[in-house]
């Protein structure tokens, strides 16, 4: 099984050959420098979550398009065989459990966050909707101007093409499901 960033750099690579997108262009559209965009082609880069959130947005694809691998007729998904995507020195790990690709309309994500750290999310393509179920901890979400708290057990869906942002309010790892749904 390929790391992640391996995955991440040949699925942009590809999709940007697709789109005859240079680099110089990719830049432009997503707001990530060139030289971030070259090394995470070759595989050398470990971008954040807001990074490849950046690059999809730019590349106008479901954030899926860039995590996705071939799949088998099934899949058995262990977590602990997985590379998550890491932000802020591990306070956030996102795990992609089922990636689909460009033309399946949903990605489903394990994320476990640290006590008391926050986030701030990009806005996702037009029409992205986000279901989450919380496991353990407080998650605190704001989605323009509301705010909502949920604990362990309780679920939210919302419309992800806002700003939106993220916190574990409480001591303890929050941990949640999102499913990502493109339509």
């Excluded at 966050?113 to 496991?135: D, K, L, N």
């Amino acid at each position: 099984m390929d790391t992640i960033n391996l995955i991440v750099s040949k699925n942009i690579k590809r999709i940007r050959q697709e789109k005859d997108i240079s680099l110089e262009e990719l830049s432009k559209l997503s707001g990530v420098s060139k030289s971030m965009l070259s090394q995470i082609e070759r595989g050398n880069g470990n971008p954040s979550l807001s990074t490849l959130w950046k690059i999809a947005n730019g590349m106008m694809v479901p954030f899926n398009a860039l995590v996705s691998q071939q799949r088998a007729p099934y899949e058995v998904v262990r977590l602990s065989e997985m590379d998550p995507i890491i932000e802020a020195d591990e306070n956030l790990k996102n795990y992609i459990i089922f990636s689909g690709d460009e033309n399946q309309r949903f990605s489903v994500y394990y994320i476990e966050v640290q006590p008391g750290y926050s986030w701030t999310s990009e806005m996702h393509m037009r029409g992205t909707i986000e279901f989450i179920t919380v496991f353990s901890g407080k998650l605190q979400l704001k989605v323009g101007e509301n705010t909502f708290c949920l604990e362990r057990g309780e679920s939210i869906r919302f419309k992800a093409d806002a700003p939106h942002a993220y916190q574990n309010l409480s001591q303890e790892t929050l941990i949640f499901h999102n499913i990502l749904y493109n339509s």
